[in-house]
């Protein structure tokens, strides 16, 4: 027997369009490759270009989902449950809203699937994954302790677990992007510069 969704009412699956003051996941995973993408997605919305990157990024996601929904639920060491793709899903208490690629419940656990276009999981991936579990977790009412990023060109998974750091990690994230969101201030560039040459914001950044 499987839970039924959805579940309470401070964090539930919502229609597109719907409550937009919350901050999506997928800024929170932008904040970590470089806090001053925050910035120009929140205080000069609209400008952001639309890059090749992305294009394909997405189409090789829609083409993982179908490969996704015909796998077994063997690489997560379970025999059985319930899986959900494209789950659209919020939480008023982390302020958050985001689109998880699959969700898979048992009677004892939930856990969250990420497809990824990527070599290899990276710290924002983590960052992700861990909001994603944590939301997960509140709206589902059921323990999260585990997730998996799924890079789609390797055909691999990596298991990532929903831990107390990853959890703090994201409290304080969101914490530091209010200060960004809230006053405007738009932190210095990003230490590792070599991020900036594929970011999309590069020819804003005049101090790089
Ligand atoms: S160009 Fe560099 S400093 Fe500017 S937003 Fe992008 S990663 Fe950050």
Redesign the pocket.
């Known amino acids: 027997m499987f839970p039924d969704l959805p579940m309470n009412e401070e964090a539930h699956l919502i229609e597109p369009e719907r409550d937009q003051e919350l901050v999506t996941v997928t800024l929170l995973k932008q904040y970590i ?2 806090p ?2 925050v910035y ?1 997605e929140t205080c000069t919305p609209g400008i952001r270009p639309r890059t090749y990157k992305m294009q394909a990024g997405s189409e090789a996601h829609d083409r993982e989902r179908e490969r996704a929904a015909r796998r077994t639920l063997t690489a997560y060491q379970i025999s059985e449950g319930e899986r959900h793709f494209d789950v659209r899903i919020i939480s008023r208490r982390l302020g958050l809203s985001g689109m998880i690629d699959e969700i898979v419940l048992t009677p004892h656990e939930a856990i969250v699937i990420d497809y990824k276009l990527t070599g290899r999981a990276r710290d924002n991936h983590l960052i992700q994954i861990g909001a994603y579990g944590m939301m997960v977790e509140e709206a589902f009412n059921l323990p999260v302790q585990r997730g998996y990023i799924y890079l789609i060109d390797l055909h691999r998974f990596e298991s990532v677990p929903i831990d107390g750091p990853l959890r703090n990690s994201v409290l304080e994230t969101l914490k530091s992007m209010d200060r960004i969101r809230l006053y405007e201030y738009m932190p210095p ?2 230490e590792s ?1 070599f ?2 040459e594929s ?4 020819r ?2 005049n101090d ?1």
């Open positions: 490759y470089c001053r993408v120009y560039p990003v510069r991020k900036c970011c999309e914001f590069r804003f950044c790089i």
